[in-house]
């Protein structure tokens, strides 16, 4: 782990001896410090400055990702979206072209309903799930809470 404080000499002491600084230990949960204000992302379990965190508007905390996991957080989200918009797409042209299978009784509660394509792997656009609007926000809903 690398010590940040060190680095960016945030390490002053407030009011204090200029030059001195306070020997910084690494702990599993962060770095331990005199006065300095670090903070440990809860993504990458790095020591880091106030600074890395984006602030939360209307709240004295910060983020409690840093500003580089948050990144890569929202581009894996968009990348995420963009392979589902594409899967569905592909869906709606199996459909069409009768590669898939059209269902009207939804495969989880089996009622007749208007069903949406549910996709289990993005990558396979064609192995869709047929389930209604209720059960396909439950299942994704599910999925969110085993992560
Ligand atoms: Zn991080
Ligand atoms: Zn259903
Ligand atoms: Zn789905």
Redesign the pocket.
């Known amino acids: 782990m690398v010590c940040y404080a060190r680095k960016s000499n945030l390490l002053k002491p407030s009011g204090g001896i200029s030059g001195a600084s306070l020997p910084c230990i690494a702990t599993p949960a962060g770095f331990l410090f005199g006065n300095c204000q670090m903070k440990t992302?809860t993504?990458?379990l790095?020591g880091?400055p106030e600074s890395d965190f984006y602030a939360i508007a209307g709240r004295k905390t910060s983020r409690a990702?840093?500003k580089?996991?948050d990144k890569k957080a929202i581009d894996m989200r968009r990348k995420a979206n963009l392979q589902a918009d594409v899967a569905q797409v592909l869906a709606a042209y199996g459909v069409r072209t009768g590669i898939i299978e059209k269902q009207t009784i939804c495969f989880t509660c089996k009622q007749e309903k208007p069903l949406d394509k549910h996709h289990e792997d993005y990558t396979k656009p064609y192995e869709v799930m047929w389930l209604c609007r209720m059960c396909h926000a439950q299942m994704h809903a599910d999925k969110r809470r085993q992560k």
């Open positions: 992302c993504t990458c790095t880091k990702r840093c580089s996991c």
